[in-house]
T-cell receptor
Framework: GAVVSQHPSWVICKSGTSVKIECRSL??????MFWYRQFPKQSLMLMAT?????????EQGVEKDKFLINHASLTLSTLTVTSAHPEDSSFYIC???????????????FGPGTRLTVL | DAKTTQPTSMDCAEGRAANLPCNHS???????VYWYRQIHSQGPQYIIH???NNETNEMASLIITEDRKSSTLILPHATLRDTAVYYC??????????FGTGTRLQVFP
């Protein structure tokens, strides 16, 4: 399968600072990237869908001004957690897919995740 | 998207087949059954998907009942590395993958 990387793999920051997480599709063009958040012992929760060259679509309850998403190219999407607080500490996971061509289905390829700890 | 029901947890002896069931009684005709798994502290991994025919790949087999209201993921020879949470997801396309609670499979020696 395709390879998706995330950077950094883990980050510790002080409360009030902003943190940027990168998601890269290494061997295919990702028309769409997704961002998930996962708290300990819980399932993944979809935060937003990001299409290349357009604004992200956020799920209900996710603050778009706090979680800034940029998808400027077919291989890179970034998630910036602005003014992070301890409650933002979580495992952030991206996935990438190529939904072009009107196909009915596609596989999503997931990154390894980024563990954010806000002190 | 159709809702799925999976057992919370299952055990399997190493080397034996692991059969993970999933109920999706409200599935509609153009929805696929996808299976992903997540090993602890890693991103999810795609396993297999199907529409109505049984499917097999190098990782697993997917058996879908004729009425498509349930399916079973089969890991033919489970290893310790197969210990993970397995998610059954029913979707029209991968526009949005919504993860439920999944089945926690523990493979023991």
């Amino acid at each position: 399968g395709a390879v998706v990387s995330q950077h950094p793999s883990w980050v510790i920051c002080k409360s009030g600072t902003s943190v940027k997480i990168e998601c890269r599709s290494l061997d295919f063009q990702a028309t769409t990237m997704f961002w998930y958040r996962q708290f300990p012992k819980q399932s993944l929760m979809l935060m937003a869908t990001s299409n290349e060259g357009s604004k992200a679509t956020y799920e209900q309850g996710v603050e778009k001004d706090k979680f800034l998403i940029n998808h400027a190219s077919l291989t890179l999407s970034t998630l910036t957690v602005t003014s992070a607080h301890p409650e933002d500490s979580s495992f952030y996971i991206c996935s990438a897919a190529n939904l072009a061509g009107g196909r009915d289905y596609n596989e999503q390829f997931f990154g390894p995740g980024t563990r954010l700890t806000v002190l | 998207d159709a809702k799925t029901t999976q057992p919370t947890s299952m055990d399997c002896a190493e080397g034996r087949a692991a059969n993970l069931p999933c109920n999706h009684s409200t599935i509609s005709g153009n929805e696929y059954v996808y299976w992903y798994r997540q090993i602890h502290s890693q991103g999810p991994q795609y396993i297999i998907h199907g529409l109505k025919n049984n499917e097999t790949n190098e990782m697993a087999s997917l058996i879908i009942t004729e009425d498509r209201k349930s399916s079973t993921l089969i890991l033919p020879h489970a290893t310790l590395r197969d210990t993970a949470v397995y998610y059954c997801i029913v979707i029209r396309n991968t526009d949005k993958l919504i993860f439920g609670t999944g089945t926690r499979l523990q493979v023991f020696p």
